[in-house]
DNA sequence: GAGCACTGC
């Protein structure tokens, strides 16, 4: 790779005052960061180019090009955009390939982003800036919400995960002309999986443009991944456009400086730093909101209740602070005061899980305090159990963090290790969540669009094998690949179309045999959501006796049928949520991915079907799809421990389902969460005979009433 | 008798 490459030698002032012509989100400037062929960005009169210096300059027909962008992207298959916060990039890129004709004819341009709110912000900024109507020429698709015009629309925004789901449509993206993803160094599961099938497309479509927008610490890595050249030499079409080298192109933001501190020594609680840091701005520092990230819940109310008794120590005198918790497990309310201005006088104080580095935007933070770890998922294929870990953070999370300091003027990141920890030990980029994730779902998706050779497929980063092994095995277990690991038909078909997790998909494809499909719909939708009931630490006791009222001794799901009848009984009514603990924005989305279901099934040819209240084929329905999270209560157990029948692992039911203490002999659990214990959530109890008759390849009859692995 | 980083279809 060579080096960086800037622009030509220019004046100053000219430069910048081409820049602020040419390029119209004003005080950015484009830059071209780096290039195999020595090309660069250059400044003529008549506008800004790109040429390769080893051909003559004139030749090349840079000069039509306004915009170096549009140059950057006609001419090569994939333009990597290393774009600055605040650089524009994702609201004017889709609005400069539109101006220069990538969406005439009927094509479509794509802008995918990794989150639904995301999607709907960047869209409906776009529309304004083109004063066009949201839904029209600019319109967005997410799950359960579709706002496009077919035919009219011209610039589409989309979550990465709905882009995924058209290709099982359409697989070569016939719609679009180029392919805008967005955020894409954040690494998730769905981007990871859609770069290579993007890459895949490419080979088939030389006409498809892909525009991936990423950090720069990621660039590298993207480049060289779309970077075709090698796998294309000696075809005859060598010679034509687009280049298959990708471009990469760096986009200064509008930022503001952040200055960095760094602890002299290393402390081992990071818990009582942060504090101690707080309290050491409040005092010193000029006024300006200040933003801490720390791990979760439990070091989040710890360190508000540490710092409101600091408060009160310091008796009548006011100490200013506004203190207030932020992470996802927050009711919608209280999520909102974050967003309420800070009186005059007075100092806010945000204490936030990592929801606050990418989820949610705090105006007005000038300090941010960074404790360097975060709560990460990881995945142990051979127990099959996932796990969340207070892990330390990559530099590239601790440079998001620090940015969310300079957003409205220069600001001061705190960081709670020292330059020495940073430069030497930290990690340039986190672990992307392919390598420490269940691959089920992702296995499945890959294979309803015909890609075979799964461990073959070429990845950004290549999951482990033996969770890809994991994976093949469990879909194998519930019917949905066969001997040969392609998908069955009907059965993983189905389960490919249904956007849940397979075992919650071969559950619903098994209520319909067995006549109880309407009921397990409903069962699949509050599985698929966090918790219906309501955090609530203080009136824990409230909330227990209040769950008394919808229990059952069947188990967990069975008692979510009652909720949900009780919600629908009060007119979907947030009061009567309130009341009885629930959570109403959990319900909601419960009854929308209901719905979605419901229609989805009606395509695949599915009725639905009530038991009318007989709760053994509900519970074999479950069984059917979740027989591999059988256990068995040990014999002579006097604190409740199971042994799961497939690995003989320790667990425990969680206290927080309705079966706590009642501890049937056989359960079926839907997942487990590991502290110190491996906690069951979710659980129903069986009959061990419904695991032979649902999975008799899984299961043998050992003796009477036991099955053994 | 105790605990859930964050997304997404």
């Known amino acids: 790779m060579g080096k960086t490459l800037l622009c030509f030698p220019l004046l100053e002032a000219r430069k910048r005052e081409a820049m602020a012509q040419f390029w119209k989100p004003g005080s950015e400037k484009p830059r071209l960061l780096d290039d195999e062929e020595g090309g660069v960005l250059f400044y003529s009169s008549s506008g800004f180019g790109y040429a390769n210096m080893e051909k003559q300059r004139q030749k090349l027909p840079v000069f039509k090009y306004r915009n170096p962008i549009l140059y950057l992207v006609e001419n090569h298959a994939t333009t990597i955009i290393v774009g600055e916060t605040g650089s524009g990039k994702t609201t004017q890129i889709p609005q400069y390939l539109k101006e220069a004709g990538w969406a005439e004819g009927g094509r479509v341009i794509a802008c995918t982003q990794p989150r639904r709110l995301a999607v709907q912000s960047v869209a409906s900024r776009v529309a304004e800036e083109m004063g066009v109507?949201?839904?029209?020429?600019v319109g967005y698709t997410i799950r359960f919400e579709d706002r496009t015009n077919p035919g009219v629309t011209a610039i589409k925004f989309l979550t990465d995960g709905v882009l995924l789901r058209e290709m099982m449509d359409d697989p070569l993206l016939t719609n679009y002309s180029v392919i805008m993803v967005d955020e894409a160094h954040e690494r998730s599961l769905s981007t990871d999986m859609l770069l290579g099938l993007l890459k895949k497309i490419q080979r088939r479509r030389h006409e498809l443009r892909l525009v991936i927008s990423s950090a720069t610490i990621e660039a590298k890595s993207m480049s060289a991944f779309f970077d075709t050249r090698k796998t294309r030499q000696g075809e005859a079409d060598e010679h034509c456009v687009p280049r298959r080298q990708p471009t990469i192109l760096s986009v200064e933001g509008r930022g503001f400086n952040v200055q960095i501190q760094y602890l002299e020594e290393p402390v081992s609680?990071?818990?009582q730093a942060a504090v101690s840091t707080v309290l050491l701005i409040h005092e010193q520092e000029p006024m300006g909101d200040i933003l801490v990230f720390l791990t979760g819940q439990d070091d989040i109310d710890a360190a508000v209740q540490l710092l409101n008794e600091d408060a009160q120590n310091r008796?009548?005198?006011?100490s200013g602070l506004i203190?207030?918790?932020l992470y996802s497990g927050l009711s919608r309310a209280d999520q909102d005061l974050i967003f309420s201005p800070t009186p005059k006088g007075k100092r806010k104080v945000v204490i936030s899980t990592n929801i606050a580095e990418t989820s949610l935007t705090l105006e007005g933070v000038v300090y941010v305090v960074d404790s360097g770890f975060s709560k990460q998922r990881f995945y142990n294929p051979i127990s099959d159990i996932e796990n969340l870990i207070v892990a330390p953070i990559s530099k590239a999370s601790a440079r998001q963090r620090a940015g969310r300091a300079g957003r409205v003027r220069p600001g001061k990141c705190y960081r709670l290790y020292t330059e020495e920890y940073f430069v030497k030990e930290m990690h340039a980029e986190g672990i992307p969540e392919m390598q420490r994730s269940n691959l089920v779902s992702c296995v499945i998706q890959l294979k309803s669009l015909g890609i075979d050779n799964i461990l073959g497929f070429d990845w950004l980063a290549s999951p482990a094998p033996e969770a890809m092994v994991r994976a093949l095995e469990v879909l194998y277990s519930?019917?949905?690949?066969?001997?040969?690991?392609k998908l069955t038909s009907p059965t993983g078909f189905q389960v490919a179309e249904?956007?849940?997790?397979?075992?919650?998909?071969?559950?619903?494809?098994?209520?319909?045999?067995?006549?109880c499909?309407?009921?397990?719909?409903?069962?699949?939708?509050?599985l698929s959501v966090q918790s219906i009931w309501m955090s609530a630490r203080g009136s824990q006791k409230e909330l227990d006796e209040t769950k008394l009222c919808f229990a059952v001794a069947e188990g967990d799901h069975v008692t979510y049928l009652n909720v949900y009848k009780g919600f629908l009984h009060s007119g979907k009514s947030s009061q009567w949520c309130h009341k009885n603990f629930i959570n109403y924005q959990a319900m909601k989305k419960v009854v929308e991915i209901r719905e979605q279901l419901h229609?989805?099934?009606?395509?695949?040819?599915?009725?639905?079907?009530?038991?009318?209240?007989?709760?053994?084929?509900?519970?074999?329905?479950?069984?059917?799809g979740f027989f591999a999270h059988a256990c068995r209560l040990e014999a002579f157990s006097h604190n409740g421990m199971y042994k799961t029948l497939r690995s003989s692992q320790e667990v425990y039911i969680h206290p927080s389902s309705v079966l706590f203490r009642v501890n049937p002999k056989w359960l079926i659990y839907h997942s487990l969460v590991s502290t110190d214990r491996q906690y069951m959530r979710n659980v129903i109890a069986i009959d061990p005979s419904w695991l032979i008759e649902a999975a008799p390849h899984f299961y043998q009859l050992q003796k009477p009433n036991t099955a053994t692995y």
């Open 315 to 318: 008796g009548r005198q006011p």
């Open 599 to 624: 229609k989805l099934l009606r395509r695949l040819g599915i009725v639905l079907k009530s038991c009318d209240g007989d709760t053994k084929v509900l519970r074999k329905a479950i069984t059917a």
């Open 269 to 271: 609680d990071y818990l």
């Open 133 to 137: 109507k949201l839904g029209e020429e």
């Open 517 to 526: 499909s309407e009921e397990i719909i409903t069962i699949a939708a509050v």
């Open 498 to 515: 249904i956007p849940l997790e397979p075992m919650i998909s071969k559950m619903i494809l098994s209520a319909n045999l067995l006549g």
């Open 478 to 485: 519930l019917g949905i690949l066969d001997e040969d690991a």
């Open 323 to 325: 203190v207030l918790p």
